[in-house]
């Protein structure tokens, strides 16, 4: 069997180059892999292009990554209220932004995943979204053509891993997690808890070992709004 | 600026409903066993003003299917929060999916009934609720753009006129949109109107008020039978 468990939180995040596309799991509050975060923030990763629902919660969340300017672009369906590095940021013009609708944000990792080109879509036509995109009408109805996001490496949030990197979640803190584990090149995953191969029942599996390449053991953190 | 070009108009001296009165309104609309979603601001307060004897099971973006009333404090699980973060209950029945799942909910016309704030609505029922023109900062979109899309019957809460008296319903929205064509109701502080093929149906008015006042701090015209029946809490 591959090994996928690493024993720290910095070596889990070894080798992510300046430059990377990373995806982040989580929302509001919840499924945040915010261990993995601090580990890239002290690795001083830089250029990063984030693809996450928001944009931190002060200095949590991506909010450490804002403050130490590792940050060169996202892609995002909501900022947030509490993302104040962010906006510092981008006031700056230190960070570009491409806003995203939540769910279509959604389809474009999971046509990433899926190995498909591109979709139509109806949200968003004659909105600022639709601004530079093809429309044509499908069905009777204006559309918009939406392409897929990838990305280098995912950073998840589960709360129990096998070491084959079979995952489940917790309640609502699943999110956006399982998508982008799917749909990036490499997944990395912290877990609260690391369990033998077979330990999980097939039947409650969320996201399938293929998808998973590191997996750390990391007591959650989570900051409040 | 809001209602550029429309004239504003002397708001009449009467009582408007509150926050909560538009919330309670709204949530008549409702019905048992509907799946529903609701946006942030006013239409997050309807959960507390539902008909007796109904149950309706709340839908989250991030991916909960029959959400019940806030947690109290000692049982908030801040793993189980709604899309405002806020911690809260299960009814029985209730699920867990991800998030692609919840939004294919709200686009692909699985729910029943989705509650938004809004900014403007234009005649023909366009929503603009996502930025302010000028405001600070990047804005955000959120859930917006997929709920209006698909959602079977979009209902929009809101003031019926900013701050400044200028109206909140338009010929045509100035602000950035969110959906074209995709508000069925409005649910206002003095008015409850439907987006009808045929144009804005004045359904009924907050009490005390008549159609033609509710017109003029209305910036596009209504359709008015000769008696509106006044609007009740339930």
Redesign the interface.
């Known amino acids: 069997m591959k090994q996928k468990v690493f024993a720290s939180l910095d070596e889990a995040v070894s080798g992510i180059p300046d430059g990377a596309r990373i995806m982040f799991g989580g929302f509001g509050g919840a499924g945040f892999p915010n261990n993995l975060i601090q580990a890239l923030a002290r690795k001083g990763t830089k250029n990063i292009t984030a693809i996450s629902n928001n944009c931190g919660t002060r200095e949590g969340e991506l909010g450490l990554m804002f403050k130490n300017n590792q940050i060169k672009h996202v892609i995002a369906s909501f900022p947030g209220p509490h993302a104040n590095h962010f906006q510092d940021r981008y006031a700056a013009r230190e960070v570009t932004l491409e806003l995203v609708p939540q769910g279509i944000l959604c389809e474009r990792m999971r046509a990433a995943a899926a190995g498909l080109t591109g979709f139509y879509t109806t949200v968003g036509v004659g909105t600022e979204v639709a601004e530079g995109k093809e429309e044509r009408m499908i069905g009777g109805k204006r559309s918009i053509l939406e392409m897929p996001i990838h990305a280098d490496y995912a950073f998840i949030k589960a709360q129990k891993a096998d070491e084959l990197g079979n995952l489940t979640y917790r309640l609502a803190a699943r999110n956006f997690n399982p998508i982008m584990a799917m749909a990036a090149k490499m997944t990395i995953v912290e877990a609260e808890e690391i369990v033998p191969v077979g330990s999980i029942d097939p039947e409650n599996v969320i996201t399938p070992a293929i998808f998973v390449h590191r997996i750390v053991q990391a007591k959650g953190l989570r900051y409040a709004g | 600026m809001p209602g550029d070009g429309i004239q504003k108009n002397v708001m009449p001296d009467k009582p408007r409903l509150s926050r909560e009165q538009i919330a309670q309104r709204a949530a008549q609309e409702l019905t048992d066993g509907a799946y529903v979603n609701l946006g942030w601001g006013i239409p997050n307060l309807m959960g507390e003003y539902l008909p007796k004897g109904i149950t309706v099971y709340f839908h ?5 299917l029959g959400m019940g009333r806030r947690a109290r404090p000692g049982e908030e ?9 806020v911690p809260v209950t299960l009814i029985p029945g209730a699920s ?5 799942d ?3 909910m ?2 692909g016309g699985h729910l029943d009934v989705a509650v938004l704030g809004g900014f403007q609505v234009s005649e023909k029922g ?1 929503l603009a609720n996502w930025k302010i023109p000028g405001a ?11 709920i209006a ?2 959602a079977k019957t979009l209902i929009v809460c809101m003031e019926h006129t900013t701050k400044d008296g200028a109206p909140k319903i338009v010929k045509q929205c100035t602000y ?5 064509a995709c508000v069925d109701t409005i649910v206002t502080d003095v008015a409850v109107i439907d987006v009808n093929p045929e144009g804005l149906v004045l359904r009924e008015v907050a009490p005390g008020w008549t159609a033609e006042e509710v017109q003029n701090v209305t910036g596009a015209p209504l359709i008015a039978k000769e008696r509106i029946p006044d609007m009740t809490l339930g």
Request: net charge negative; aromatic share 6%; hydrophobic share 35%.
């Open positions: 989250s973006e991030n991916g909960i699980d801040f793993d189980q929060v709604d899309a405002m973060k867990f999916f991800h998030q692609a919840a939004h294919l709200t686009r366009d600070k900062g990047s804005g955000g979109i959120g859930g917006a753009m997929d899309a698909g950035p949109l969110t959906g074209l």
